[in-house]
């Protein structure tokens, strides 16, 4: 029995109106779980009114106000974590200990984060900067936020996205990917029964080309906010130049794995097992390239091998179950078709490499694979893969392990595994990453930004640098004195 997906505007659900029916697929099991029809333009205008109606209000409230709502959101989400875990993992395939243990409370610790945050909005000090006047600083909110998602988490990019645009006291319209949108529209009657007021937050559901397009190029957004790949960030980021609009990317990655030779093998080997098939490898900062020192390399290329066969793949409500499905049969071909590509091109597949068989070949599934000997300019080094993929090479010298974790577009994320502190401070300085990790990969916390360099993208989500970019600053300058000549003047008039 599956549910309809409505879209949430102005604080009510409601059909889509573009015509175009769409179902939301279990990708684990090919089960249809709900069914709807897709957000056209208006839908999309009319999402973006609401949130320009109640921008008024929810920009006058007060920083506690706002903090207060998040607080009762997190309250509101925390007692449903259940029903959020399970949503989710059934919709994205991930292994319900996933969802329980990672993306449902990082999402409720996230709003407890920004409703405190909601309190620090930070800037210079007032003061009589030139003598006779009074600067200060006032950081206002944008207006209406045009957010989009992408499907790999779907809970918290909705989490990354509304937050702190709606903490800084801007109103937003949602765009989750059309495969994951039920978590987010929970999300979003969560807040309204947190007594977020309508219209503050927006769902609509759609097509990137249809209701995303709508929603990058409609005039009444202030920003854009977008997280997904490079190539779709690219056209965003060229259409909003033309309207002069803010734009946040929130981009793809390619992290390197770099493990020195006086590393802890068996830490290293758990952690890049963890880190590569963590969300079945669609994860934007999921390591993907492993370079190990030589003297090291053989023993680490079995342990990891070692420690691949042991993950256990099942069906997703399974607490047993270590890795899910992939998003969809198209994204698995796509998995499928680089790992190909790369053993055509002489790479060697130590394992996996395929789709499993048994019970699980109803779904999206695809086996940890690990892969050697590929050249470092090949696609299957250069390029995003988004599955449970990782390639393991080589290297001599530090030098080398520098360049080459440099050596692609992007600079999402990227982790050093060393005992050395001389070689982890040069690894945290010289790797252009927006997070370099010291013997570990993947966490991350509420407090700390998450952003790329190069490729990879700009702006931060999470943190007090994401509430900053909601915002814009303002400076207000006060003349104190009441003359009627004021001594600048003197460059247009002398003192007459
Ligand atoms: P995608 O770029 O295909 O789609 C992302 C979102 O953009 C979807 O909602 C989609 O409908 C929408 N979209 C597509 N075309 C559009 C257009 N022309 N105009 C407006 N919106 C459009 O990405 P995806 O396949 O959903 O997600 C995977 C990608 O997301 C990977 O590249 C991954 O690295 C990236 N990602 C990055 C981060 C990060 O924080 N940097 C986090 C998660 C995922």
Not at 60 to 82: F, G, I, K, N, Y
Not at 114 to 136: K, N, Q
Not at 354 to 371: F, N, Q, S, V
Request: aromatic letters at 6%.
């Amino acid at each position: 029995m599956h549910s309809s997906v409505d879209h949430f505007i102005a604080g009510r659900r409601r059909p889509g109106t573009s015509g175009e029916h769409f179902s939301v697929t279990a990708p684990s099991t090919g089960e249809v779980l709900a069914t709807g029809i897709l957000a056209g333009p208006q839908d999309v205008d009319e999402a973006v009114a609401a949130a320009r109606a109640a921008f008024p209000a929810w920009s006058r409230t007060t920083p506690a106000e706002r903090s207060e709502a998040l607080t009762r959101w997190a309250d509101r989400v925390q007692a449903r974590s259940e029903e959020f875990a399970a949503v989710e993992s059934r919709m994205c395939g991930k292994p319900i200990r996933l969802t329980r243990g990672f993306d449902v409370p990082g999402t409720i610790d996230n709003i407890r984060f920004f409703a405190g945050a909601a309190r620090h909005l930070e800037g210079h000090a007032s003061a009589e900067y030139s003598g006779d006047h009074t600067s200060s600083i006032r950081r206002e909110p944008l207006g209406v936020i045009g957010s989009v998602a992408p499907w790999n988490y779907p809970l918290q990019m909705a989490a990354w996205k509304l937050l702190p645009a709606v903490a800084a006291g801007n109103t937003v319209v949602l765009k989750p990917s059309e495969l994951t949108p039920l978590t987010s529209l929970m999300f979003a009657r969560a807040a309204q029964e947190a007594g977020i007021p309508d219209g503050v937050i927006n769902i609509v559901t759609g097509t990137g080309p249809v209701a995303g397009q709508a929603l990058v190029a409609h005039p009444d957004i202030a920003m854009v906010s977008f997280t997904g790949s490079t190539a779709v960030g690219r056209q965003i980021a060229a259409q909003a130049a033309g309207a002069v609009k803010r734009v946040h990317l929130e981009l793809g990655g390619k992290a390197p794995f770099v493990v020195f030779d006086d590393a802890d093998l068996e830490a290293a080997a758990r952690g890049a097992v963890a880190g590569s098939l963590i969300n079945a490898g669609q994860d934007c900062t999921a390591a993907t390239r492993a370079y190990v020192q030589r003297p090291l390399y053989d023993r680490f290329v079995r342990r990891v091998t070692a420690l691949m066969d042991e993950v256990r793949l099942g069906p997703v409500d399974d607490p047993a179950t270590d890795m899910g499905s992939l998003i969809s049969a198209t994204q698995r071909d796509r998995v499928a078709s680089m790992v190909d590509a790369a053993r055509a091109a002489g790479a060697t597949v130590i394992r996996g490499g395929r789709a499993p068989g048994g019970g699980l070949d109803r779904g999206a599934h695809y086996e940890p694979t690990l892969i050697t000997g590929a050249a470092q300019d090949s696609a299957i080094v250069q390029q995003e893969v988004f599955g449970p993929v990782l390639v393991c090479l080589p290297f001599d010298t530090d030098d080398d392990a520098v360049r080459l974790a440099n050596d692609t577009p992007y600079g999402l994320a990227a982790s050093a595994w060393t005992t050395d502190v001389f070689r982890a401070g040069r690894a945290s300085r010289e790797i252009q990453a927006g997070c370099v990790w010291i013997n570990d990969h993947i966490p991350i916390v509420s407090e700390m930004p998450h952003g790329g360099y190069k490729a990879s993208g700009y702006g931060k989500d999470m943190s007090l640098y994401s509430l900053a970019e909601y915002t814009n600053v303002k400076h207000v300058m006060s003349e104190n004195t009441g003359a009627a000549h004021k001594p600048w003047h003197d460059v247009i008039f002398t003192s007459r």
